[in-house]
T-cell receptor, first 117, second 113 residues
């Protein structure tokens, strides 16, 4: 079964540094998402992306965050200047918009654990 | 406000016993409801979903869930739990594709022998 893949699985960075988290969504999917899960807390929506533009974003997704689909397969999340509170598990997800809009559950990757020191 | 409540933070059941995980939601539009499972170090795997139609939905691994609109609930059930079911379970509600999924805080399931 096709999977969403994320790299790296774990990234350690120093406060103030830029990080890029990478994702390869399922190939025929058209909607892409980033979620994060701070340790011990709920999974939180960051952003959705469709047709090369942001579809929806949360309050968490401020100017420090950006997303990009640099080619036909990758979907990236960039954090420009990391803060300690950015430490979390970041999940990429994709859904198949080729089906009817409501019948397209999200498929999640295994996540990238970001540790900011 | 849109929200999902999972009242039980941690549940322990004996292997072979039945299981019910509770989920209540608040959502302004037609809700699409999901249960995801997360094993340690893994991503979120979709167990089942409800969009419309039959309010009792079947999922993978022998799980089922029942949508009760009057109670704004979508409880997850399994008649006989296996040790491999130990994991964290998340209920989520959302709308059309591209909109945010709202997750509950999760319920950790432990299975005792």
């Amino acid at each position: 079964e096709p999977e969403v893949t994320q790299t790296p699985s774990h990234q350690v960075t120093q406060m103030g540094q830029e990080v890029i988290l990478r994702c390869v969504p399922i190939s025929n999917h058209l909607y892409f998402y980033w979620y994060r899960q701070i340790l011990g807390q709920k999974v939180e929506f960051l952003v959705s992306f469709y047709n090369n533009e942001i579809s929806e974003k949360s309050e968490i997704f401020d100017d420090q965050f950006s997303v990009e689909r640099p080619d036909g397969s990758n979907f990236t999340l960039k954090i420009r200047s990391t803060k300690l509170e950015d430490s979390a598990m970041y999940f990429c997800a994709s859904s198949d918009m080729a089906r009817r809009a409501y019948n397209s559950p999200l498929h999640f990757g295994n996540g990238t654990r970001l540790t900011v020191t | 406000a849109q929200s999902v409540t999972q009242p039980d933070i941690h549940i322990t059941v004996s292997e072979g016993a039945s299981l019910e995980l509770r989920c209540n939601y608040s959502y302004g539009a037609t809700p699409y409801l999901f249960w995801y499972v997360q094993s340690p170090g893994q991503g979120l795997q979709l167990l089942l979903k409800y969009f419309s139609g039959d309010t009792l939905v079947q999922g993978i691994k022998g799980f089922e869930a029942e949508f009760k609109r009057s109670q704004s609930s979508f409880n997850l059930r399994k008649p006989s739990v296996h040790w491999s079911d130990a994991a964290e379970y998340f209920c989520a509600v959302g709308g059309r594709a591209g909109t945010a999924l709202i997750f509950g805080k999760g319920t950790t399931l432990s299975v005792s022998s």
